[in-house]
């Protein structure tokens, strides 16, 4: 399981790390938008997953095997879903043990942050910053990413922490 969660996150980390480009987010533009021109809601579901963004969003086939895969100008959000019979006894980690797992088999440098109920990790790579955040379901792990341009980490941290805070899982 732990090589799983490594080869997942390792093929997530490489292919953020150049930039956005790879995400579909080569057109971005220069300055975030503002929270009132971040679109209209729209509900995306991908296999027990919902959540909400907004419709400047566009889901894309993922062929990096992510199991959601969406995209704006301005923001990227990945969803990768592990099933508890991947490893006997996943189903009894707690949210935090799940996401310690995720930063020790990337080697990562972060910490499992917890706010309003989401437990999550950030991090910075290539000029982009990154949250990961954890949910658990009834017969998985659901691990969602959202990534956008360093340089629009603070303008967009409170639509992220949003849409974070928007999903629902079976």
Same mark, same amino acid.
């Given at each position: 399981? !732990? #090589?799983?969660?490594?080869?997942?996150?390792?093929?997530?980390? &490489?292919?953020?790390?150049?930039? &956005?480009?790879? %995400?579909?987010?080569? !057109?971005? +533009?220069?300055?975030?938008?503002?929270?009132?021109? %971040?679109?209209?809601?729209k509900?995306?579901? &991908? *296999?027990?997953?919902?959540? +909400?963004?907004?419709?400047? /969003?566009?889901? #894309?086939?993922?062929?990096?095997?992510? *199991?959601?895969?969406?995209?704006?100008? /301005?923001?990227g959000v990945m969803? #990768?879903?592990e099933p508890f019979s991947l490893m006997?006894?996943?189903?009894?980690?707690t949210l935090t043990e799940y996401i310690e797992d995720v930063i020790e088999n990337n080697g990562q440098d972060a910490v499992p942050e917890e706010k309003d109920g989401l437990v999550y990790y950030r991090y910075y790579n290539g000029g982009n910053a990154g949250w990961n955040f954890a949910y658990k379901g009834s017969d998985a792990f659901y691990l969602v990413q959202f990534i956008c341009r360093?340089?629009?980490? +603070? #303008? %967009?941290? *409170?639509?992220?922490?949003?849409?974070a805070g928007s999903v629902t899982v079976r």
């Amino acid at each position: 399981m !732990k #090589k799983l969660i490594t080869f997942v996150l390792i093929a997530v980390f &490489c292919i953020t790390a150049p930039g &956005c480009t790879l %995400l579909g987010l080569e !057109k971005h +533009t220069n300055t975030a938008p503002d929270e009132a021109s %971040l679109g209209a809601e729209k509900v995306f579901t &991908c *296999d027990g997953l919902s959540i +909400t963004l907004t419709d400047l /969003f566009r889901e #894309k086939n993922s062929h990096m095997g992510f *199991d959601g895969y969406y995209v704006s100008e /301005f923001c990227g959000v990945m969803v #990768k879903i592990e099933p508890f019979s991947l490893m006997e006894g996943f189903e009894n980690e707690t949210l935090t043990e799940y996401i310690e797992d995720v930063i020790e088999n990337n080697g990562q440098d972060a910490v499992p942050e917890e706010k309003d109920g989401l437990v999550y990790y950030r991090y910075y790579n290539g000029g982009n910053a990154g949250w990961n955040f954890a949910y658990k379901g009834s017969d998985a792990f659901y691990l969602v990413q959202f990534i956008c341009r360093e340089d629009h980490e +603070t #303008k %967009l941290s *409170d639509a992220i922490f949003s849409f974070a805070g928007s999903v629902t899982v079976r």
